[in-house]
């Protein structure tokens, strides 16, 4: 299998642009989880799916962002606008069942200017 | 509410020496455990994890962990570092929340150097 993969793995845009991050989980995980990574902070979850359902969007920070996942094998991360605090790596990751392990993206680097 | 604390953000050793990094766990109901690892501009990779029955767990890249309930600690070991042993190292605690799904709790990272 090819892992979990995101797109981009680089992003730099400009404070007010719309952003958006990309991930296809490994087939057939049916639990995928969206990550923040940043110095200030470290790991946080942002938000996560069960079966193409958002369960637990708590660590979502703001309206600004916003997370869909219309198929198993696709989900999106959006963010607009996009502010210089947004940049961060942002990581996927996927499961197959409850508290089993998640398997991570490498990540996309965000860089709002 | 479960949480995860990893004592010294830095541990430096020398190549040969012991690597012990500490975390310690807090989770009101039987806590499933992981160590990952991350390499600069790479994800996280799992090392090793608990979930129940034999409390040492042997891990990949010669690392392992012991889970003590009676001190909720779960700290990492290798007998001997290696120079690829370099890299940043999180705990997690990971429950199974009511409702379903869970929730996977990191630490804020322990980052290893490895010195000749």
């Known amino acids: 299998d090819a892992g979990v993969i995101q797109s981009p793995r680089h992003e730099v845009t400009e404070m007010g642009q719309e952003v958006t991050l990309r991930c296809k989980p490994i087939?057939?995980?049916?639990?995928l989880f969206w990550y923040r990574q940043t110095m200030m902070r470290g790991l946080e979850l942002l938000i996560y799916?069960?079966?193409?359902?958002?369960?637990?969007d708590s660590g979502m920070p703001e309206d600004r962002f916003s997370a869909k996942m219309p198929n198993a094998s696709f989900s999106t991360l959006k963010i607009q606008p996009s502010e210089p605090r947004d940049s961060a790596v942002y990581f996927c990751?996927?499961?197959?069942?409850?508290?089993?392990?998640?398997?991570f993206g490498p990540g996309t680097r965000l860089t709002v200017l | 509410a479960q949480s995860v604390t990893q004592l010294g953000s830095h541990v430096s050793v020398s190549e040969g020496a012991l690597v012990l990094l500490r975390c310690n766990y807090s989770?009101?109901?039987?806590?499933?455990l992981f160590w990952y690892v991350q390499y600069p501009n790479q994800g996280l990779q799992l090392l090793l994890k608990?979930?129940?029955?034999?409390?040492l767990v042997k891990g990949i890249n010669g690392f392992e962990a012991e889970f003590k309930k009676s001190e909720t600690s779960f700290h990492l070991t290798k007998p001997s570092a290696h120079m690829s042993d370099a890299a940043e190292y999180f705990c997690?605690?990971?429950?199974?929340?009511?409702?379903?799904?869970?929730?996977?709790?990191f630490g804020t990272g322990t980052q290893l150097k490895v010195e000749l």
């Open positions: 799916f069960n079966n193409n359902v958002p369960i637990d």
């Open positions: 989770s009101s109901v039987p806590p499933y």
């Open positions: 608990y979930t129940t029955g034999a409390t």
């Open positions: 990751a996927s499961t197959l069942r409850r508290a089993d392990t998640q398997y």
């Open positions: 087939s057939g995980h049916d639990y």
């Open positions: 997690a605690v990971s429950t199974i929340l009511t409702g379903g799904g869970n929730k996977l709790t």
